[in-house]
């Protein structure tokens, strides 16, 4: 058995980059309720300034679109990370297994601890130890496959090294686990500015296409994004044309083509932008029709997540307690 975890943050409302890069893998892998665990991980909605009314709402609505998408409570074990103690347990023990440099050389840390301090916000210690809590959700469970986007890659790195530092000094405790990536729009980028990820924080961002967005939103959006400057037609180049790349790889992962196959298929961008708003409308369809029906029974969604934390503790629990004898508590 390979047991699967993987997470979201409720941070702002869930993207198509969520749902391609990581939602649609997760739907494709549940397998058993004890094989299959995905968590609204709340605790590392703290690291940058929040506010509290907002994290509890968008957790639920976070919720709901997991199970909109196709995620089934017979199926895989859904809940919120701080239903759970033992991650904050277990962090606390990967704190002490961990080192400031490693924690300081984290690229999504450098990123955003340099906006937090632009913004004259300052940089709350749990943004530097957040892959240290990444880790513990994960190692919780002895998780053996993490489905998650490309931007995760070097956080799972860190989570191997941990498991591994931790099996040498204190004898094995914990399954090392490996990422897998989807083949295709495994880092969607925003459309505006296709040089960085889509991502869910910029809420009215023109370059963002959110999951729950209107038909109409995602069109617009779609055809006002940007595509490379100079005229070199429909062509898939991710390093010299990001923008085009960007939508060949939507445009794949919809319609499950190949994108560098699907380019030979346009002579300009306007058709291109047609198809990719099409197929995007088309996927997203489904999720919306039924979160709005999810949404309008939340007794129902809270029930799931109740049940879902009573298993994942279940699981937790001895492995946490292991981890702390091993460590000498
Ligand atoms: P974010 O706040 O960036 O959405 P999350 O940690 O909540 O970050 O992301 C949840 C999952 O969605 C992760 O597996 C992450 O890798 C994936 N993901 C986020 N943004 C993208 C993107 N633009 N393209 C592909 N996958 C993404």
Redesign the pocket.
């Known amino acids: 058995m390979t047991r699967i975890f ?4 409720p ?2 409302h869930l ?1 198509l ?2 749902y ?3 939602v649609r893998q997760w739907v494709a892998a549940e397998q058993k309720p004890d094989e299959a665990l995905f968590c609204v991980v709340d605790l590392h909605a703290l690291t940058v300034e929040h506010d509290p009314a907002r994290v509890r709402r968008l957790s639920r609505q976070a919720a709901t679109l997991l199970l909109a998408a196709g995620l089934t409570p017979e199926k895989c074990t859904l809940f919120v990370q701080s239903h759970v103690d033992e991650h904050a347990r277990l962090s606390y023990l990967l704190e002490c297994t961990a080192s400031d440099g490693e924690l300081r050389r984290m690229v999504q840390y450098k990123e955003k601890a340099a906006k937090a301090q632009a913004s004259g916000e300052g940089v709350r210690l749990s943004l530097l130890t957040y892959p240290v809590l990444m880790a513990a959700d994960i190692l919780a469970y002895r998780t053996g496959e993490v489905p ?5 890659r070097q956080h799972v790195e860190l989570t191997r090294d941990l498991a591994v530092r931790f099996n040498q000094r204190y004898g094995y405790t914990f399954t090392v686990p490996k990422a897998t990536h989807p083949v295709v ?5 925003d459309l505006q500015d296709p040089t960085s ?5 910029g809420d009215t961002g023109p370059g963002v296409v959110f999951i729950l967005d209107e038909p109409e939103a995602v069109r617009k959006k779609v055809m006002r994004a940007v595509t490379d400057s100079g005229d070199g037609g429909v062509v898939y180049d991710p390093a010299a044309r990001p923008g085009v790349s960007n939508l060949l790889d939507i445009l794949a992962a919809c319609t499950g083509g190949e994108p560098t196959a699907l380019a030979d298929g346009y002579t300009g961008y306007g058709a291109l932008k047609r198809d990719v708003a099409d197929a995007v409308v088309e996927l997203l369809r489904p999720v919306r029709v039924r979160h709005a029906e999810l949404a309008a029974d939340p007794g129902t969604v809270e029930a799931v997540l109740r049940a879902g934390a009573g298993r994942a503790r279940a699981i937790a629990r001895p492995v946490v307690d292991e981890a702390y004898r091993a460590i000498g508590l």
Not at 148 to 152: I, K, L, N
Not at 185 to 189: F, P
């Open positions: 993987s997470g979201v943050k941070t702002g993207t980059g969520n391609l890069g990581a998650v986007g490309e931007d995760q729009a495994a880092r969607v980028m990820k889509m991502g869910k924080s």
